[in-house]
């Protein structure tokens, strides 16, 4: 009976110790600046820029492209592309309407974008 007594008492003072012992605290760290890395050079082209419609699409990745990328075979491959085409004329059509196309501009207009958009 005494040990437990004596354990309780001693686990009691322990607690009470550390409930107002105060807490210490480390500085945080300073932050480490960056190295610093020289200025690109300015390139050279000979080439006029291209205009902001083809980089968009240059950024822009395929759905042929997204699946190689991730690693899709059989029916997943299938599955994806169904899923993308449908997506890529959807947004196509949206497209065309947004720019008032009709008839024969519209078809041709959502091919042309539905076949950038799925890739070769």
């Known amino acids: 009976m005494k040990f437990a007594t004596a354990a309780a008492i001693l686990l009691f003072s322990a607690s009470a110790t550390l409930a ?3 807490a210490t605290q480390t500085a945080p760290a300073k932050p480490v600046a960056p190295a610093a890395t020289p200025a690109p050079a300015k390139p050279t082209a000979s080439k006029p820029a291209a205009p902001a419609a083809e980089k968009k699409a240059q950024a822009a990745t395929t759905c042929k492209a997204d699946a ?4 899709l075979a059989g029916a997943a491959l299938a599955s ?3 899923k993308c085409e449908g997506d890529a004329t959807a947004s ?3 497209s065309a309407a947004d720019k008032k196309l009709v008839g024969a501009a519209k078809a041709s207009h959502t091919k042309k ?4 958009a799925v890739g070769s």
């Open 92 to 94: 196509c059509s949206k």
């Open 80 to 82: 994806f592309l169904k």
């Open 113 to 116: 974008c539905v076949t950038d």
């Open 20 to 22: 107002q012992a105060p």
């Open 68 to 71: 190689a990328t991730k690693k």
